[in-house]
């Protein structure tokens, strides 16, 4: 191990090694904290204006107070901060298929986890979003069919680009369609996505939400010393 380099953490899981890491990043200058799923690149905080802006924009549709959210896909906690900043959320719940994140989370390792454990709004569920989703039970197993405000998502690359093959259907219009009964009247739904915005997937939304677009979230990225552009799809219930 160099100072340049430290892995944190490391588990095994049913879909493969997961391991935690900081390292110094020598063209940002400042060290970068890492999930790897094998060999591939599950998620940094290198860049994470849009999954603030995941709750951001879509929290902002949202008239009143006492809102309840969902977030599905905890990852390194940025989308989950943003939702507990808006001062009018009364409840949270993070949704994430592998206990080694929620307890990078609940032990410290992560920069967020204390701010994210610390706030009695918030709660962390294991459990697998997409078969929530398809659900009547939906994503409280306290309460049954409960329905929210907003449903936030950061899991899949994209609508295309999917960690796992049988998260497809949830794109489809049958899978949107289960996904709107856990929404209250007016309620939202967004989705991050790593791609530019796809008008197949936008027209999808608006054949079973009241309302849809997509918002393109730019950053400058040092490492190709360009702008890179992300997609915020959001989508709204009637009232």
Do not use: C
């Not at 959210?69 to 990852?75: D, E, M, Q, T």
């Not at 990078?104 to 979003?129: I, K, M, S, V, Y």
């Not at 007016?186 to 197949?200: A, E, R, T, Y």
């Amino acid at each position: 191990m160099s100072l340049s380099f430290e892995e944190l953490a490391f588990q095994p899981t049913p879909i493969g090694e997961l391991s935690l890491r900081r390292r110094r990043d020598p063209v940002l200058q400042a060290d970068v904290i890492e999930i790897k799923l094998g060999e591939e690149f599950l998620m940094s905080d290198r860049f994470t204006a849009s999954e603030i802006a995941l709750a951001d924009l879509g929290l902002a549709l949202l008239n009143g107070d006492h809102l309840d959210v969902v977030v599905g896909g905890l990852g390194l906690g940025y989308t989950a901060q943003a939702v507990l900043k808006d001062q009018r959320v009364n409840s949270l719940i993070v949704v994430d298929a592998l206990q080694a994140i929620i307890d990078w989370h609940q032990d410290g390792l992560l920069p967020l986890g204390p701010e994210l454990t610390a706030d009695a709004r918030n709660r962390f569920e294991l459990g697998d979003f997409f078969a929530m989703a398809a659900s009547k039970e939906g994503f409280d197993p306290a309460a049954p069919a409960r329905k929210f405000d907003a449903v936030l998502v950061d899991i899949d690359h994209s609508p295309e680009f999917l960690l796992d093959p049988q998260n497809a259907s949830f794109y489809e219009p049958q899978g949107l369609q289960k996904l709107s009964t856990h929404l209250k009247p007016g309620g939202v739904f967004g989705l991050w996505s790593n791609d530019l915005p796809d008008d197949g997937f936008t027209a999808r939304l608006a054949g079973i939400f009241d309302s849809a677009s997509a918002e393109t979230v730019s950053f400058f990225n040092p490492l190709q010393n360009k702008d890179f552009v992300q997609t915020v799809y959001l989508a709204q219930a009637a009232d």
